[in-house]
């Protein structure tokens, strides 16, 4: 089913933006979503974006997070700005790897896994 990597992750200011982004290889990853876990809690969704370039997010996130395709290279970016303490946990991309006609957002929606890149916002 193929792999992704996530990468990008690192430590910033509150304030501060930060780009991951999610490299698949191998496979089909029609939809990618986000999603992040801050220690000791349940991953929580973030966004996704579908095979056709469509991005969807949370609404708990929606107009500080952006997430965009390039097909070219095979990845997801999540664009994150005014970053907040509260951002703070790993942030992992998911793919499906079929064609269906709902924008995936639960974890059991997606067949496989990046390793996870760490986030840091200090305040």
């Known amino acids: 089913q193929g792999q992704l990597v996530e990468s990008g992750g690192g430590s910033v200011q509150a304030g501060d933006s930060l780009r991951v982004s999610c490299a698949a290889s191998?496979?089909?990853?029609?939809?990618i979503g986000w999603f992040r876990q801050p220690p000791g809690k349940e991953r929580e969704f973030l966004g996704g974006?579908?095979?056709?370039?469509?991005?969807y997010y949370a609404d708990s996130v929606k107009g500080r997070f952006t997430i965009s395709r390039d097909n070219a290279k095979n990845t997801v970016y999540l664009q994150m700005n005014s970053l907040k303490p509260e951002d703070t946990a790993i942030y992992y991309c998911?793919?499906?790897?079929?064609?269906?006609?709902?924008?995936?957002?639960?974890?059991?929606?997606?067949?496989?896994w990046g390793q996870g890149t760490q986030v840091t916002v200090s305040s």
């Open positions: 191998g496979g089909s990853s029609y939809d």
């Open positions: 998911a793919a499906r790897h079929s064609i269906k006609l709902s924008d995936p957002s639960s974890p059991k929606d997606f067949d496989s």
């Open positions: 974006c579908r095979w056709s370039g469509r991005p």
